[in-house]
């Protein structure tokens, strides 16, 4: 199967447009962190215009060979005038050194925040080669065709932007709207069920990027495009405006709202090794459920897997972490939960943490880097507790849960900085 597909010809997908990407059927695990069951492509497309080529995107670099056969089976390199790049990662700008040596006169269409990109893949060639950085809504006229930049930031770098041909009414969208799937029948109406990997995709690249999705969805809808044609997976060409739903969808809420309007979600997570951690951690949500407008809730996850609390953290104003310091370290569900937050957006939310120790007590101030290193704001420092805690201490507790919710109730008091503790 896999010669097959890489003998297949390049696909005309409309007039004077064609599909000169690569398939790579073997491929299980995507930049180290996306499975994929059957493979994925990395699409790139031609158009033709009275006065020239554009070449949208180009392929991962292992299959340059793949890319060049089609590319050459439909133009010539002499023909190429322009050279579009969406988006600069590898897995599309990996050919782009040998296309620009074999098609020097084409001249480059970057967005302006992917000029550092485009340094850093051409090196020091890119002095001989001329290059324009577009500004949202810029157009490229190649001679009765129209190629409009549409840029996306955040879609799912910062870079990124998607290109349309306005009279036919194709975009080609990059990442967006892509799923790793590979099938040589190309098109969304021929292939196999791809759902599956079209959400997959979606909650693994643009699920941190929502509010970005939906900025985007904004800007690409009005296009009303007949065919969209992503850089991984199926080209969309039936009902292709329900991707666009699908998109918006997909950037709401995943749970049905029990919290109401204006309460604040705070979720409190913890282990516990002798039962202090767990004292603790009732403590701290008796404290926070004192709070008037603040949902408090609390998880031992010795009693659940970690993935499930994704949509629910995704969704709440605050966490606090509770750890115990073992082999000092917090615990690995602790760490789990942490490390499932790359999928989600977690800028601005009030974190926090503390936890029983017996010696050295690193648990909670890893955790607090942690939730730093997630754009979280760490207002209060941990609290930690040698052993089991007294009620003094409890207390104390009680007063931390309370004053974390009071700040996301918007009620926190002045504090009193102790110069001491700086
Ligand atoms: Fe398919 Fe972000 O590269």
């Known amino acids: 199967m896999t010669a097959q597909l890489a003998s297949k010809p390049a696909e005309e997908i409309a007039l004077g447009v064609h599909w000169i990407g690569a398939f790579d059927p073997d491929l299980r695990t995507f930049d180290l962190?996306?499975?994929?069951?059957?493979?994925?492509?990395?699409?790139?497309?031609?158009?033709?215009?009275?006065?020239?080529?554009?070449?949208?995107?180009?392929?991962?670099?292992?299959?340059?060979?793949?890319?060049?056969?089609?590319?050459?089976?439909?133009?010539?390199?002499?023909?190429?005038?322009?050279?579009?790049?969406?988006?600069?990662?590898?897995?599309?700008?990996?050919?782009?050194?040998?296309?620009m040596r074999r098609a020097p006169q084409a001249h480059i269409y970057v967005s302006q925040r992917g000029l550092k990109l485009l340094q850093a893949t051409l090196k020091d060639a890119l002095e001989s080669y001329r290059y324009t950085l577009t500004d949202d809504g810029d157009q490229l006229d190649l001679g009765g065709r129209t190629l409009r930049f549409v840029h996306t930031p955040y879609l799912h770098w910062p870079e990124t932007k998607c290109t349309f041909l306005v009279e036919e009414r194709i975009l080609f969208s990059c990442d967006?709207?892509?799923?790793?799937?590979?099938?040589?029948?190309?098109?969304?109406?021929?292939?196999?069920?791809?759902?599956?990997?079209?959400?997959?995709?979606?909650?693994?690249?643009?699920?941190?990027?929502?509010?970005?999705v939906l900025s985007a969805m904004d800007k690409l809808e009005p296009l009303a495009p007949l065919m969209i044609a992503p850089s991984h997976g199926p080209i969309l060409r039936h009902r292709p405006m329900d991707y666009i739903r699908s998109y918006r969808l997909l950037s709401g809420s995943?749970?049905?709202?029990?919290?109401?309007?204006?309460?604040?979600?705070?979720?409190?997570?913890?282990?516990?090794?002798?039962?202090?951690?767990?004292?603790?951690?009732?403590?701290?949500?008796e404290g926070a459920s004192a709070v008037e407008g603040v949902r408090v809730s609390l998880y031992d996850l010795q009693g659940g897997e970690v993935d499930p609390f994704v949509d629910l953290i995704e969704e709440a104003d605050g966490?606090?972490?509770?750890?115990?310091?073992?082999?000092?370290?917090?615990?690995?569900?602790?760490?789990?939960?942490?490390?499932?937050?790359?999928?989600?957006?977690?800028?601005?939310?009030?974190?926090?943490?503390?936890?029983?120790?017996?010696?050295?007590?690193?648990?909670?101030?890893?955790?607090?880097?942690?939730?730093?290193?997630?754009?979280?704001?760490?207002?209060?420092?941990?609290?930690?507790?040698?052993?089991?805690?007294?009620?003094?201490?409890?207390?104390?507790?009680?007063d931390y849960g309370q004053s974390i919710a009071e700040l996301l109730a918007g009620k926190a008091k002045p504090k009193v900085i102790d110069f001491a503790s700086l």
Not at 258 to 278: C, D, H, N, P, R
Not at 353 to 376: N, T
């Open 33 to 99: 962190i996306l499975k994929t069951a059957n493979g994925t492509t990395y699409n790139a497309y031609l158009v033709e215009g009275a006065e020239g080529v554009a070449v949208i995107d180009t392929v991962k670099e292992e299959f340059s060979n793949q890319f060049f056969a089609r590319l050459e089976a439909v133009t010539s390199y002499d023909r190429i005038r322009a050279v579009v790049l969406n988006h600069l990662e590898l897995d599309h700008a990996g050919a782009l050194p040998e296309l």
């Open 176 to 212: 967006v709207f892509g799923a790793h799937f590979c099938d040589g029948r190309f098109y969304n109406d021929l292939v196999g069920d791809f759902r599956f990997s079209f959400e997959y995709y979606f909650k693994h690249i643009m699920r941190p990027f929502k509010k970005w």
């Open 254 to 285: 995943h749970l049905p709202n029990e919290v109401a309007g204006k309460e604040k979600s705070l979720l409190i997570f913890y282990m516990s090794a002798y039962g202090a951690t767990a004292d603790m951690a009732r403590s701290v949500y």
């Open 319 to 398: 966490l606090i972490f509770g750890s115990p310091t073992i082999n000092g370290d917090a615990v690995k569900p602790i760490w789990d939960l942490l490390a499932s937050l790359v999928a989600i957006e977690t800028r601005g939310k009030v974190g926090a943490a503390f936890g029983s120790y017996g010696w050295s007590g690193e648990a909670v101030p890893m955790i607090e880097d942690r939730l730093r290193g997630l754009k979280m704001r760490v207002p209060e420092k941990g609290k930690r507790i040698k052993f089991h805690p007294t009620e003094q201490e409890l207390d104390d507790c009680r």
